[in-house]
């Protein structure tokens, strides 16, 4: 082999090297910028997962979800579950020793079981009569505010008291009041509109 030969042998493995150097390094960047993008869909997809996970968690639907319109007043979703909660709990208190002879159960859930007093289940009958005690309460409270009404020092003080038991309830539970409220009422609750509420 001639010197030549040679020189043009070491230049096509050169250059053949360098073509795999190359292919490998194109290779390499297509593979990172493939990671790169998975990296950031992934990313997206948890700031995403956070987001939604903090819209639900922190009531912020409930907060700003209108539920019911009575008068003037639009009801949050928040403030409907105080009602809503509280009155089948005092029903439910108040007909202790005949709830199976209105054939309710309080072990399954209020939308599975027919109500007899109505033509469906007993949600819908306490969706109604949670709808009945807010259009009251709130013409009540229309026309208490019409002549002037302002609570007396014993009622502030029957509000603060339930306040105080609720705080109590939470810090027994280890909990804030606000955790306890959601507990207890669901999402969105929490001290200030359930005091409103009271």
């Not at 950031?40 to 956070?50: C, D, T």
């Not at 309460?137 to 505010?145: L, P, Q, R, S, T």
């Not at 810090?171 to 409220?181: E, G, K, R, S, V």
Request: with cysteine; proline share 2%; charged share 20%.
């Amino acid at each position: 082999m001639s010197a030549s030969d040679k020189k043009k042998l070491r230049k096509e493995q050169n250059q053949a090297k360098a073509d795999a150097k190359k292919s490998a390094s194109a290779k390499e960047a297509a593979k990172l910028k493939l990671y790169s993008i998975i990296f950031a869909a992934a990313l997206v997809l948890m700031v995403l997962v956070f987001v939604a996970t903090s819209i639900f968690s922190t009531g912020i639907l409930e907060k700003s979800t209108k539920a019911v319109r009575v008068g003037e007043h639009t009801i949050s979703s928040d403030m409907l579950n105080y009602f809503y909660i509280d009155q089948v709990y005092n029903w439910v208190n108040q007909y202790s020793d005949l709830i199976s002879m209105f054939g309710l159960d309080v072990t399954k859930p209020l939308d599975q079981q027919d109500c007899p007093q109505m033509d469906g289940t007993w949600a819908d009958y306490f969706v109604l009569s949670t709808q009945e005690q807010i259009q009251y309460v709130y013409a009540m409270c229309d026309a208490a505010k019409a002549d002037g009404f302002e609570l007396s020092a014993e009622q502030q003080a029957t509000v603060d008291q339930v306040m105080a038991q609720r705080k109590a309830d939470a810090a027994q539970n280890n909990l804030t009041l606000d955790i306890y409220l959601e507990a207890v009422y669901g999402p969105g609750s929490e001290g200030s509109t359930y005091e409103e509420y009271l």
